[in-house]
């Protein structure tokens, strides 16, 4: 048995591969992994801003390059190895073919796998959420002040999304004053 099976006392239930059922399930699996693993939800946000393959030397250029990195964590190999254990154990269907078409042990490109199949959306959303931003629109006098507050809305989520070398993007003044004007 797993790291994670032994120390959680709930398992998360098995994925059917059924669309519909992707976000819960897999919000319900990354808080079981965070069981064992507390640090785990970091590393699944960044595996899902991952838009190409996931290889070793990203995984240790992120979390094990730089001991003083507050994000270095020496046991991400084991979680690496604990997401794909408990993915296999846990799905059934197209995800199962999925594990199976998949590294033994690679847990971080199997998910990346899984959340371009079933939440694509998901994958780059930095990049899209630039996009929304640099492209707002156009709006009438009485949409602007709602359009405004969803713009300094993205404008903030974007800001605080941590790129996938773990740093936060600010954009300039002057970018966000030019975007206004247009």
């Not at 098995?14 to 699996?29: A, G, H, Q, T």
């Not at 694509?120 to 156009?138: D, E």
Request: glycine share 4%; proline share 4%; hydrophobic share 40%.
């Amino acid at each position: 048995a797993s790291d994670v099976y032994k120390r959680q006392t709930n398992d998360p239930s098995v994925y059917d591969s059924i669309d519909r059922k992707w976000r819960p399930w897999s919000l319900e699996f990354k808080n079981f992994m965070v069981g064992a693993f507390p640090d785990a939800m970091k590393v699944f946000d960044w595996i899902e801003e991952q838009e190409n393959s996931i290889t070793l030397n990203d995984v240790n250029a992120k979390w094990l390059d730089d001991d003083a990195d507050p994000d270095h964590m020496p046991h991400i190999h084991d979680l690496k190895e604990q997401i794909y254990a408990a993915v296999a154990s846990l799905t059934i269907g197209e995800a199962q073919d999925m594990v199976q078409n998949t590294a033994e042990g690679d847990g971080f490109e199997l998910w990346r796998k899984l959340v371009c199949r079933w939440d694509p959306m998901m994958i780059g959303r930095k990049r899209k959420g630039l996009t929304a931003i640099v492209a707002p629109g156009q709006f009438d006098d009485a949409e602007l002040p709602m359009a405004i507050q969803a713009w300094e809305k993205r404008v903030f989520e974007y800001e605080n999304q941590e790129t996938a070398e773990g740093q936060q993007e600010a954009l300039s003044d002057d970018l966000k004053a030019y975007i206004c004007l247009l």
